[in-house]
């Protein structure tokens, strides 16, 4: 270019405008390298992913973690033993998972049951009728997976075993207290364990 | 080089030793625009930041959604106008001035038409207005930065249009025959801009003020976040490195570092933007190439941000002394270093696992706010600071008020930064946290949502000194300007000689560079269409083609010729074609293949039933209070999602959802699988009062929504727009939307009424339930029960 200047100390001005001076520096070598080792990594990255499938797609790795983690779910449910009517009557009767049991009452179950548990958006549980069964075993099964279509939310996945067992063990416990201002009687009366 | 020996006598880019050599022109710039276009950016960016302030208090103080006084000012209606006014008032109206006042110098030329610089200003300033009329009245196309509805879009594509002409009929008339970078990067965004407006916009319009997404589900998505991710880019990115290349080197008063920097970073930015778009998508329903190629390209994409940002602070570093002293140097030095540091967060953000961690929470927010309050705003204040006394031919009134400005600002964006990262890494970390049997350590979402409501308070304060800071600027500005008065110049410039033997554009369009660019396009469609090993060898010899020809290309040290590249700036329309046919490539690479593949190829083959006509009026009340804005609908691929959430979600869930609704941010939970989960009083007591249901919660109250009610004759317009679509409503459907609607809300308000809640059948409270509760259960096979037993989603309760 007419106005490239010859190559000295000063790196070569190339072109102005407005003023304006352009130069024409070399290319920082880090960058330059930093461009060529990203470049470098999609490259290689699409290649493992999207065509050699060496590494799990976000669904597929989902898939394999989930079959692991529900098999080791499984495996320690059946360690902790059968979730029965006799075992959760002896929760029932334990006065520390009754404790845990309330608390997750408060912060989970009080907003439809009312902290009382005498309902409120959700029915009554103090009373003697039951819309799922008031047997220890049946409110631990409408805790931990919920009633679809009714607007009892699944608490299981979220809550875990052990504190879906604390929460039933409570709920056995209020069984037929009939706190004042209770919600009406709602579902079949429940006739005993 | 493919150059004729005539190409050499070119060389018109320096004044003439002698002027009496060559024909003078005088040429007086149209500074008067630039001046209206500053200050209608200095009053919306007060709006746009006000705004923001106010929104930021909401999310820390539910009353300040000043829900007695009507629904205009919940957060839902508010955050649209908040990144509208920043984006399209505050930073549009910076870059239009920007672009006005450099493009005349480095072109020598007036603007094309003061008419049209004219209908330009006043009709970008009719579209602000517009907006802020209609995005607190709930008129929305759901659209993240795509709200507004489609009247105003036409609007918009005419006035940039508008732009466009002026713009390149000021080219045409230029007496500077090669375009200085600057333009190069103005030239990018008034192209990429109207194509990414124009798809993303495309819409079917049912009334004056209401329209469906041509689009629908992933598809709709897809070409969302294109748009999104590419406003970023070519909004706020491309045009405020134009206007960093002009007034950086006037006011550090050095030369600009590195012209092969120049052409490498711009071809390199502009191509591989346009890609990353996905990588606001990832984890998700999104088919998994294309959540590949949006982290990769995010990734590659990080070198040619800082070869910006290289060639910015190399050009300050030579004058590092006045960055003591001048108020201005300070705010591009800072404003600059932003630019690196949100462009090396990006790419960091769009790396899956990254992203699993951050996306929906308040990292993201953290990240945009660097970009705008801090590589744009900065860059604002400092071209302000920098042009209004020279345009008023008064020195700056406060300097050390200028100098407040800047510590009010940076430490504001700190404090506004440093909140969010802790608030959004921290939420991030406790959604996910499990306990050793495998459950959630905070089983409500809002356990997480309390742990970093301090944090919101705190970030109210550094917008606060942001907010504080641009006063302050008004101020001195104004003072400036009134101190002086307008300046006009007028300079003589040497008329531009017709070359007599130009190269051919021909030899330029199959020059080297394009030939190289044609290799590793053919190179890239063979990497698809053979098998895995040769596809593999296509690849990796396409990326060291790109590479290396790129390096090789810009390193070419000749003996006096034009460069092929020194050739093109020559050319504006080839520049543009070329800049255009770089932008397209990515787009149409990602989002064709979504929109011609069938159901089946895309695994969404699976029987969805649309929405009931008083769904979709609950979906369309979802959308107009912009619920979208703090809930999501998309599970992803996570066991703890899968936990909190449900059942990850799936192409199909969201398959005739025109708009998307997956959503961005999770200020609430995500509620893609909502229906049936709650019964209908929890619902409305939830809706009347968050609080009553969810203590701690930072949700406005939706309670007129119990006594405003659904023009249930207007469903079948909306029916009848959504089946043209793709939606599968039938005639008959159509025909008995009424019914159908009065049946639904019957049920409901039943329901309601059983459990002591009196409410309208055709209210908008159990329309929005009607939708609530269908969420999740649009899948047949999800839901197995025959259509006749969905009427009532909540069953016999």
Same mark, same amino acid.
């Given at each position: 270019m007419s106005t490239k200047a010859p190559a000295t100390a000063r790196p070569p001005v190339v072109h102005t405008y407005d003023d304006i001076i352009e130069e024409d520096n070399e290319l920082p070598k880090w960058w330059v390298g930093t461009l060529l080792l990203c470049t470098a990594f999609g490259v290689a990255y699409y290649m493992a992913y999207s065509m050699y499938g060496i590494f799990d797609n976000p669904d597929i790795a989902f898939e394999k973690e989930s079959a692991i983690t529900r098999a080791k779910e499984a495996e320690r449910l059946k360690a902790e033993g059968p979730v029965d009517k006799a075992a959760l009557l002896l929760l029932s009767k334990d006065s520390a998972t009754v404790a845990d049991g309330a608390q997750v009452f408060t912060t989970?179950?009080?907003?439809?049951?009312?902290a009382n548990g005498g309902g409120g958006i959700g029915p009554n549980l103090t009373d003697d009728a039951w819309l799922h069964g008031g047997a220890p075993d049946a409110i631990y099964k409408t805790i931990n997976e919920g009633v679809t279509g009714k607007g009892m939310p699944a608490w299981g996945p979220q809550l875990g075993s052990k504190r879906v067992k604390a929460a039933a063990a409570y709920v056995i416990t209020l069984? =037929?207290?009939?706190?004042? =201002? =209770?919600k009406e009687a709602q579902g079949a009366p429940f006739e005993g364990d | 080089m493919e150059t004729t020996p005539n190409a050499l006598e070119e060389s018109l880019e320096h004044q003439p030793s002698s002027p009496s050599d060559s024909k003078m022109d005088r040429i007086t710039y149209n500074d008067d625009v630039v001046r209206k276009f500053i200050a209608a950016s200095m009053i919306f960016g007060i709006v746009g930041m006000l705004v923001g302030v106010i929104v930021a208090l909401q999310l820390a103080w539910h009353p300040a959604n000043a829900s007695a006084a009507g629904p205009w000012f919940s957060f839902g209606r508010l955050r649209p106008l908040h990144t509208n006014a920043a984006i399209f008032a505050f930073v549009g109206n910076m870059m239009f001035a920007g672009i006005y006042h450099s493009t005349q110098r480095l072109v020598k030329a007036r603007l094309f038409s003061d008419f049209l610089s004219n209908l330009h200003f006043w009709g970008w300033q009719a579209i602000i207005v517009a907006a802020a009329i209609s995005l607190p009245m709930g008129y929305t196309q759901a659209k993240e930065y795509a709200e507004l509805e489609w009247p105003i879009d036409i609007a918009i594509t005419l006035i940039w249009v508008v732009f466009a002409v002026n713009f390149f009929g000021t080219l045409a008339k230029r007496r500077e025959k090669h375009l200085y970078v600057a333009i190069w990067f103005y030239i990018a965004t008034i192209v990429t801009v109207a194509a990414l407006h124009i798809v993303n916009s495309l819409a079917i319009p049912i009334f004056a003020m209401k329209s469906y997404s041509v689009f629908g589900g992933a598809q709709d998505a897809l070409v969302q976040w294109w748009y999104g991710h590419n406003a970023v880019a070519f909004f706020l990115t491309t045009p405020i490195l134009g206007i960093m290349y002009y007034y950086v080197p006037k006011a550090a008063e050095r030369p600009v570092y590195s012209y092969r920097l120049s052409i490498i970073h711009f071809w390199a930015l502009v191509f591989i933007y346009i890609w990353a778009g996905p990588h606001h998508l990832l984890n998700t329903a999104l088919p998994a190439w294309a959540q590949t190629l949006g982290m990769v390209f995010s990734v590659v994409l990080w070198p040619p941000s800082w070869g910006g940002m290289i060639n910015g602070l190399f050009t300050i570093r030579g004058n590092w002394a006045k960055l003591r002293v001048d108020p201005v140097m300070k705010f591009f030095a800072a404003g600059i270093t932003f630019y690196g540091m949100s462009t090396f967060e990006g790419p960091l953000l769009s790396i899956k696992s990254v992203s699993a961690l951050?996306?929906?929470?308040?990292w993201i927010v953290a990240h945009v706010h660097g970009g705008t309050l801090g590589w744009n705003g900065l860059m604002a204040f400092g071209m302000f600071y920098w042009l209004v006394p020279r345009l008023y031919g008064v020195q700056l009134h406060s300097k050390k008020a200028a100098d407040a400005h800047f510590w009010l600002a940076t430490v504001g964006i700190a404090i506004y930064m440093l909140s969010m990262w802790t608030a959004g890494i921290g939420q991030g970390l406790m959604l996910r946290a499990v306990k050793p049997d495998g459950s959630l350590s905070y089983a409500t979402f809002v356990e997480t949502l309390l742990t970093i409501k301090p944090l919101y308070f705190v970030r109210f304060g550094g917008g606060l000194m942001y907010l504080t800071g641009i006063l302050l600027m008004t101020w001195n500005l104004i003072a400036t300007v009134r101190a002086g008065k307008p300046v006009v110049t007028t300079v003589d410039v040497p008329a531009l000689v017709d070359e007599k033997k130009e190269v051919p554009w021909t030899e330029l369009l199959f020059g080297k560079p394009t030939l190289i660019i044609f290799a590793v396009i053919g190179l890239a469609v063979l990497t698809g269409a053979t098998n895995l090993i040769a596809g593999s060898f296509f690849l990796v010899v396409a990326a060291m083609v790109a590479v290396l020809g790129g390096l090789v290309l810009t390193k070419k040290d000749d003996g006096g010729e034009p460069t092929w590249h020194r050739l093109l700036e020559g050319r504006g329309l080839l520049f543009t074609v070329l800049t255009t046919i770089a932008i397209l490539i990515g787009g149409v690479a990602e989002i064709v293949p979504s929109l011609v593949s069938s159901p089946t190829e895309a695994g969404i083959a699976v029987k969805v039933d649309p929405y009931r006509p008083l769904e979709l009026e609950g979906r369309d009340i979802y959308i107009r209070e912009g619920c979208y804005n703090c809930h999501s609908q998309a599970i992803r691929t996570f066991r703890y999602e899968e936990q909190r959430y449900g059942a990850v979600s799936t192409l199909a869930d969201s398959r005739y959802d025109h708009p998307f609704q997956w959503g961005s941010k999770r200020t609430g939970p995500d509620?893609?699988?909502?229906?049936?989960?709650?019964p209908n009083l929890w619902h409305y007591n939830h809706l009347v009062d968050p609080r009553a249901v969810t203590a701690g919660s930072n949700m406005p109250p939706y309670k007129f929504l119990a006594t405003s009610s659904v023009d249930l004759e207007k469903t079948r317009f909306k029916m009848r727009g959504l089946s043209k679509v793709g939606v599968p409503y039938t005639q008959a459907d159509i025909d008995g939307s009424v019914e159908n609607s009065r049946e639904q809300g019957k049920a409901i308000a039943e329901d309601l009424k059983a459990n002591g809640v009196t409410v309208a059948a055709d209210s908008e409270m159990v329309a929005l339930v009607a939708y609530l509760q269908r969420l999740g259960k649009l899948r047949v096979d999800v839901a197995p029960a025959p259509r006749s037993a969905t009427l009532d989603p909540l069953g016999t309760h």
């Open positions: 989970t179950c009080a907003v439809c049951h009312a069984r =037929g207290t009939k706190v004042a =201002g =209770g | 951050a996306h929906y929470t308040d509620i893609a699988r909502e229906g049936g989960k709650y």
